[in-house]
T-cell receptor, first 113, second 115 residues
């Protein structure tokens, strides 16, 4: 089955530690996205990538970093510089960076203790 | 710029009631419009979409019509079920320029349906 996987589903980290969230897709999509979701708010774009080895900052990129070394993978690192990292993180992909539908993974809930 | 405003929740309905969740947008050009649904603890699932004015998206009894004149994309369902309880997000995909393809989301509307 084609789809997007995110792991782990729940992640706990101590304050000051970097943590990497995994996102993998087997849909052969070129574009991938990371969003952050906080209670009562819509999704906010962190980073997006149109093609391998290319990515752009979204609206709230500070304290985050990404890489796109492979078409199917787009990991997100939450660094210690992110002041309030506890949130639900969603990865998405689309065929290409157009107005086409974005498909979402199941999400990772990160809690910083 | 691009933005989406949707009806604030929570919305609480009895089973078989009629549902409307309002959504209006501001956009440059002609965006695509989407409704996504999120069940507790899960990611977003596409519910329906419309790509041009007067298009009607429909799925699982839900409908929404792309109204350019009123810049709206209201979600409706004639008879809700308990299983429809979820958070609903209206979104637009930017149509041009440096924001091409970016999704802009409303804040979400929590729907609870009681038996």
């Amino acid at each position: 089955d084609g789809g997007i996987t995110q792991s782990p589903k729940y992640l706990f980290r101590k304050e000051g530690q970097n943590v990497t969230l995994s996102c993998e897709q087997n849909l052969n999509h070129d574009a991938m996205y990371w969003y952050r979701q906080d209670p009562g708010q819509g999704l906010r774009l962190i980073y997006y990538s149109q093609i391998v080895n290319d990515f752009q900052k979204g609206d709230i990129a500070e304290g985050y970093s990404v890489s796109r070394e492979k078409k199917e993978s787009f990991p997100l690192t939450v660094t210690s510089a992110q002041k309030n990292p506890t949130a639900f993180y969603l990865c998405a992909s689309s065929i290409e960076r157009t107005t086409d539908t974005q498909y979402f993974g199941p999400g990772t809930r990160l809690t910083v203790l | 710029g691009n933005s989406v405003t949707q009806m604030e929740g929570p919305v609480t309905l009895s089973e078989e009631a009629f549902l409307t969740i309002n959504c209006t947008y501001t956009a440059t050009g002609y965006p695509s419009l989407f409704w996504y649904v999120q069940y507790p603890g899960e990611g977003l699932q596409l519910l329906l979409k419309a790509t041009k004015a007067d298009d009607k998206g429909s799925n699982k009894g839900f409908e929404a019509t792309y109204r350019k004149e009123t810049t709206s994309f209201h979600l409706e369902k004639g008879s809700v079920q308990v299983s429809d309880s979820a958070v609903y997000f209206c979104a637009l995909a930017a149509a041009r320029g440096s924001t091409l393809g970016r999704l802009y989301f409303g804040r979400g509307t929590q729907l609870t349906v009681w038996p």
